[in-house]
């Protein structure tokens, strides 16, 4: 009993952006599939199941959307799995629909994410009142700040590491045409000035709340090599993996979460990685409020704890550095939610592809992509490179 | 395809509200249950599935408080579905495929008691074109049970006797919430609800939650006498829009059931997710079945209607058959979306 090879053969994502009032929920979604189509040369006909993830249905008030949408994604007669594992949703959808390949149930499979956020209130449908848990009224900022306070004490990191990290972000997504923000005057004393939200998260250290989808084209290794000798370089799957942990346990340290650590220690030695730091050439990391990147470099193993802000300090992470992240402007720029982890799932496999435009690293051998959700819980992964495994 | 079995299911017994506990502590019953009738903990848990929907709850990531309560800690390999948790189920069986696992748990779990649930439902529907008029699930189901008896192919003294079965077997199920025993004669005497279906034609609302747990082919024989034996599971989608589909086929069920392997041995036994009787007739032409078939012995969603939830039961009670040794092989289905849009197929079987 072996799992099957599988990698992704098609990438398609829309124009981001705070309102697409050009197109239907279906429209957007469509236009991510079509371009994921377009890109692995085939058609609708081509797809034998589709796996489509997103958060809460309330982000745009239908209920289980998937079963509208079926038609509009060419799911007539085919399976159609609906994925919802929270903000880490994107990442997880892709995962779930890579099994099927890998399981020897499917050959093509078309994953779709996405969120309209411009159908509701996204800060406020996350702060909806549970009885008997204490109510979170202020939306993820006001969740995650706490966590971002405790790592700069820990590390002792100098105040200004979030907004180079908000100034790399938004200087990189002006690179990428499909970036909801397309900050062209942003500068270090912008950020600085720009009002605090929730101490320490100013304004411009905050992902905004795009319209956006991602869709994957996955196929297994036949279908993958037939795309390779027709000189389309498929980006390999060598790892992927999944962890969740509870949001109420003493045990947890939200700042450096176990099941983060664990996630990718899993996901690294399925890809035989050793050393992330030198075996890794470029990541796409899910950072929603700029402190998380010198968080994440840590929880994956990039830096020793406490060390991770100096890796932003010093450079190593820009476009230019020595370890990419977030080449593509990542969550800071562009956060349609449910579709937010396909986005760097799909990011990263385009820098191993060599099909990133602009925000191309040269060189990108392999690289992971990383999502998570709920409060530091939810975490998924994938190593992709241009190796078969 | 690696040899995947039932081995434990559970589910709290069937109520039309459950107010004074909340999902979590409604669900922990069968989690429990499940776990214990295998003398298993939830750390001999290789993979958790989970199916439930953020509408019914009325928060977003609603899963996420449920997680708490099954124990996640130690961090646990996990994932969710919004969906019934038949298909929680699937995921569990494809990630058991890959052979780096061996055991996985199941549940799903729905209150429909808060809200108006044939309203809530609306909110399924095309948001642009169909939504805002707010046509409910049983009279979208009265629109279908309609062209089936204009097809000419069943009679309302049909959907009857599927009504007067479904309850009177219901009797011999203890988590059943509706149990009785009328004749199809008098029900036909009952006015219509929405017609053409009558109050009786139609499943209550219920409150509930279900657990099964899978294991792969030797830890499953080690831990129950009798495992029920996954052969076969496929699901299919059809466009929402009533208009685009002939209602009194199930095009999806029929494929599903072909992929499934439904016809490639005798069925002893079917429980098939159909919330309104005539449906029940649909899927039995759709997959196929034989008048020998013994069609929903629980009493089917007829008898007992956890939203989310209902489909997982139809294959929990199947295994619990096999696993008893009354049957040999079985079928169990579970629908999603208005009019059978959405159908899951499993064939089970005990060892032969």
């Known amino acids: ?389 | 395809m690696r040899d995947i079995a039932i081995i434990s299911f559970a589910q709290t017994p069937a109520v039309r509200r459950i107010p004074e506990v909340n999902e979590v502590e409604m669900l922990m019953p069968a989690i429990h249950g499940a776990l214990s009738q295998v003398d298993m903990t939830i750390d001999d848990i290789g993979f958790t599935c989970s199916g439930s929907t953020d509408y019914l709850a009325g928060v977003g990531f609603s899963f996420v408080s449920t997680l708490d309560g099954v124990g996640a800690w130690p961090p646990i390999q996990e994932s969710h579905v919004e969906m019934d948790g038949a298909w929680a189920l699937y995921e569990a069986w494809v990630k058991l495929q890959l052979g780096e696992l061996d055991t996985a748990l199941v549940y799903s779990y729905a209150k429909s008691s808060p809200g108006d649930l044939p309203m809530v439902l609306t909110r399924q529907l095309d948001p642009i074109t169909v939504a805002p008029l707010w046509p409910d699930s049983v009279s979208l189901a009265a629109l279908q049970a309609r062209s089936l008896l204009d097809s000419g192919n069943y009679t309302e003294a049909q959907f009857a006797e599927v009504a007067a079965r479904s309850r009177r077997s219901a009797l011999d199920n203890p988590n059943a919430q509706l149990a009785w025993d009328r004749s199809a004669a008098e029900l036909l005497g009952e006015d219509y609800h929405i017609a053409p279906l009558r109050k009786s034609d139609c499943a209550p609302i219920t409150d509930g939650a279900a657990c099964v747990i899978l294991a792969a082919g030797d830890v499953a024989r080690s831990k129950v006498k009798r495992p029920a034996w996954i052969r076969g599971i496929d699901h299919r989608v059809e466009p929402i829009h009533l208009g685009l589909r002939d209602l009194t086929v199930s095009e999806s069920t029929r494929i599903a059931g072909e992929k499934a392997g439904v016809a490639d041995g005798p069925i002893d036994v079917a429980e098939l997710h159909a919330p309104f009787s005539h449906q029940e007739l649909i899927l039995r032409d759709a997959l196929g079945l034989s008048s020998d078939v013994n069609i929903n012995p629980s009493g089917g969603a007829l008898s007992a209607n956890p939203m989310m939830t209902a489909g997982l039961i139809r294959i929990g009670e199947v295994a619990n058959r096999i696993s008893a040794g009354d049957v040999n092989r079985g079928v169990a289905h579970a629908t999603s979306g208005p009019c059978l849009q959405q159908n899951l197929v499993a064939v089970l079987e005990g060892e032969a």
């Open chain 1, 1 to 389: 009993m072996g799992k099957e090879r599988v990698a992704v053969v098609g990438i398609g994502q829309t124009k981001h952006q705070a309102t697409r009032g050009d197109v239907s929920m279906a429209g957007l979604v469509r236009e991510a599939a079509q371009r994921a189509l377009d890109d692995a040369h085939m058609t609708w006909t081509d797809i034998d199941a589709v796996v489509i993830g997103k958060a809460p249905d309330f982000f745009e008030g239908v209920m289980m959307p998937e079963l509208f949408l079926a038609d509009a994604l060419g799911a007539t007669g085919k399976p159609m799995f609906r994925v919802h594992t929270a903000g880490s949703v994107g990442g997880s959808t892709a995962i779930v629909a890579s099994q099927l390949i890998q399981a020897g149930l499917h050959e093509r499979v078309l994953t779709v994410a996405f969120e309209k956020q411009s159908e509701s209130e996204a800060m406020w449908a996350l702060s909806l009142p549970i009885p008997f848990t204490p109510p979170l009224h202020a939306g993820a900022g006001g969740y995650f700040a706490p966590h971002i306070r405790s790592y700069i004490r820990r590390s002792k990191a100098p105040d200004h590491i979030g907004m180079l990290v908000a100034l790399k972000d938004r200087q990189n997504g002006i690179k990428n045409p499909y970036a909801h923000l397309h900050e062209h005057e942003i500068s270090f004393d912008s950020i600085k000035e720009s009002m605090m939200l929730w101490d320490p998260i100013r304004y411009a250290e905050t992902c905004p709340s795009s319209d956006g989808a991602c869709a994957l084209v996955l196929g297994s290794e036949k279908v993958a090599d037939d795309a390779m000798a027709e000189g389309r370089q498929p980006a390999w799957i060598q790892g992927t993996a999944m962890r969740s942990e509870p949001t109420l346990s003493a045990e947890r340290d939200t700042v450096l979460p176990l099941g983060g650590a664990l996630c990718a220690a899993d996901v690294y030695k399925q890809a035989g990685i050793t050393n992330p730091r030198k075996d890794v050439d470029a990541v796409e990391m899910y950072v929603p409020f700029s402190w998380f990147e010198p968080m994440w470099l840590e929880n994956l193993g990039f830096a020793e704890p406490g060390e991770g802000w100096k890796m932003t300090e010093q450079g190593a992470t820009a476009l230019d550095g020595d370890f990419p992240v977030n080449m593509s402007g990542g969550v800071l720029c562009t956060n349609p939610i449910g579709a937010s982890g396909m986005l760097r799932f799909g990011e990263i496999a385009m820098q191993v592809r060599g099909t990133a435009g602009e925000h191309q690293v040269d060189g990108v051998r392999r690289g992971v992509g990383h999502a998570y959700g709920g409060g530091s819980q939810f975490f998924a992964m994938w190593v992709v490179g241009k190796d078969k495994p």
